[in-house]
């Protein structure tokens, strides 16, 4: 069955302090790795697809990256708005939906 | 951009109504989803339709079914609504069947069940 872990549930950072959210995951088979970043209220925003281990994404201060067992999303120097939910996903190739994690939940203050 | 609109933000209804909720996407992808997300246990699949008229049960179905008549519109509908039904519940789309293409979300719509 496929598994998806968060870690941590929820991360406090200072204005400029770089961190990184773990998402380890078990998969028969990896189609993609999906990040996504969730406001309150609102529905998940898609930021990266990573496809196979060594890949790297990048968009502003984030940069995520792929091992067969884990993702990291690494932030740099944030900014208070950069506090979200973030959220990890699976697609294994044998199937059409997503298997997401819990999420870790940032907050970043001035 | 691809936009996928919820009919309802907010929604109360009571014990046994039957309710529906809809979904609709402009992007003319071929996979539409129904999630819901609850404190504690994240995003759970509820259906999935990978084209018109078909539909696909996912983790938690019970209580549920769901009618694709268009490919633009996905609707969940609870046939007699229960109070652990309460739950935000989000509609995704993406394209290309079974395809590495992300899922796009809705702004959900938050349900309470009386």
């Known amino acids: 069955e496929d598994q998806v872990t968060q870690s941590p549930e929820a991360l406090r950072l200072q204005e400029g302090e770089s961190s990184s959210l773990n998402c380890s995951y078990t998969?028969?088979?990896?189609?993609?790795l999906f990040w996504y970043r969730q406001d309150p209220g609102k529905g998940p925003e898609f930021l990266f697809t990573l496809y196979s281990a060594g890949e790297e994404k990048e968009k502003e201060r984030l940069k995520a990256t792929l091992t067969k067992k884990e993702s990291f999303l690494h932030i740099t120097a944030p900014k208070p708005e950069d506090s979200a939910t973030y959220l990890c996903a699976v697609q294994a190739y044998s199937g059409y939906a997503l298997n997401f994690g819990k999420g870790t939940s940032l907050l970043v203050t001035p | 951009d691809v936009k996928v609109t919820q009919s309802s933000r907010y929604l109360v209804k009571r014990t046994g109504e039957k309710v529906f909720l809809e979904c609709v996407q402009d992007?003319?992808?071929?996979?539409m989803f129904w999630y819901r997300q609850d404190p504690g246990l994240g995003l759970r699949l509820i259906y999935f339709s990978y084209d018109v008229k078909m539909k696909e049960k996912g983790d938690i179905p019970e209580g549920y079914s769901v009618s694709r008549e268009k490919k633009e519109r996905f609707s969940l509908i609870l046939e007699s609504a229960s109070t652990n039904q309460t739950s935000m519940y989000l509609c995704?789309?993406?394209?290309?069947?079974?395809?590495?293409?992300?899922?796009?979300f809705g702004d959900g719509t938050r349900l309470s069940i009386l």
């Open positions: 995704a789309s993406s394209s290309g069947g079974r395809s590495n293409q992300p899922q796009h």
């Open positions: 992007m003319d992808h071929e996979n």
């Open positions: 998969v028969s088979g990896l189609r993609g």
